[in-house]
């Protein structure tokens, strides 16, 4: 298997693993608060890099870097408003209003990491985010919680900004799972913090049910979801690998339809297959100019 194919498995694989989390979350959310969510969420995820480094013999190291506290910072922010708008919003809207990441993740990775992109690939990210815009607006009115559109998209924007630092921190000499350990152990001093603010830390009110659902949606989407987009960030460019998640909400909705339905019309149809042809005929692209690239280096070599 070539290292686009493995990097478009394992981004497609986490983009599913993502897509499950917000259904769980919100049932967890029933139960438990929002800090105690994000609480609940690190250090889920921080036991699961031990074991995973343990079973792995692969032990899990601290990177103390600057890129990596930041992104742990962004990525605290990130988790608290995740929890936040869950609270308050459906999964489907969740998952509506988390197009913007793809938005987010594009314009952030021109900035940060100088990436280029060529009039195709403009031409279908432009094409795949306006499929995105056309799926979700199915007539919902958000302006009844303006509070909640407001957390998911701060979610969106930290977490686009979480993986710039990511795709600035990897390297083939770095564990992805020892870089998810460190970042999670950083944020969990943070949402502490935040946690003792809202004082609700040591107030015992802790629901087995709701930390069941809130364990299960980090183990797929928090950790699983990550470790495989950070594996997929070694062979995607940020942008393309980004622009691919734009499936999320589409299997979101599909997940949570029995729970809250929502209506199927003509333009959120044509959206999904705008969506749908626009991402794989960007990842062809893709994987044609990486072909053309190893051809140029190539010759030069020989001459």
């Known amino acids: ?5 493995k990097g478009h498995l394992f981004n497609m694989l986490s983009v599913l693993m993502l897509a499950v989390g917000p259904l769980l979350s919100k049932f967890g959310l029933l139960e438990t608060s929002p800090s105690k969510a994000a609480l609940i969420n690190v250090l889920t995820i921080i036991t699961a890099c031990v074991l995973l480094g343990l079973f792995t013999k692969n032990y899990v190291k601290f990177y103390f870097e600057k890129n990596i506290i930041l992104l742990a ?17 459906s999964p489907v809207e969740i998952g509506f209003l988390g197009r913007f990441y793809t938005v987010f993740a594009v314009i952030l990775s021109m900035f940060f990491l100088k990436e280029k992109l060529s009039r195709k690939e403009l031409f279908f990210i432009t094409f795949a985010v306006l499929g995105t815009f ?13 509070v909640g559109s407001l957390f998911a998209l701060l979610y969106t924007f930290f977490f686009a900004l979480t993986n ?9 000499q770095k564990s992805s799972n020892s870089i998810m350990f460190t970042n999670n152990s950083i944020s969990l001093l943070i949402i502490i ?13 802790y629901s087995f049910e709701g930390i069941g659902y809130l364990v299960l949606s980090t183990l797929l989407g928090g950790f699983l979801g990550t ?12 942008s393309i690998a980004n ?11 599909v ?11 003509v333009r959120n149809t044509l959206g999904a297959i705008i969506l749908i042809l626009s991402i794989l005929l960007l990842s062809t692209g893709d994987k044609k100019e990486k072909a053309n690239e190893k051809t140029i280096v190539t010759s030069n070599s020989a001459k």
């Open 243 to 253: 622009v691919t998640r734009a499936f999320s909400p589409l299997l979101l909705a």
């Open 134 to 146: 056309l799926f979700v607006d199915t007539g919902g009115d958000y302006t009844n919680n303006l």
């Open 164 to 172: 710039i630092f990511i795709k600035k921190t990897l390297s083939k």
């Open 73 to 89: 910072l962004f990525n605290s922010l990130g988790i608290i408003f995740l929890f936040l708008s869950i609270e308050l919003l």
């Open 227 to 238: 470790l495989l987009l950070y594996e997929a960030l070694k062979y995607l460019r940020f």
């Open 193 to 205: 913090i935040y946690t003792l603010i809202m004082g609700e830390l040591f107030d015992g009110n």
């Open 1 to 5: 298997m070539s290292e686009i194919r």
């Open 255 to 265: 997940i949570s339809y029995p729970f809250f339905p929502i209506e199927i019309t």
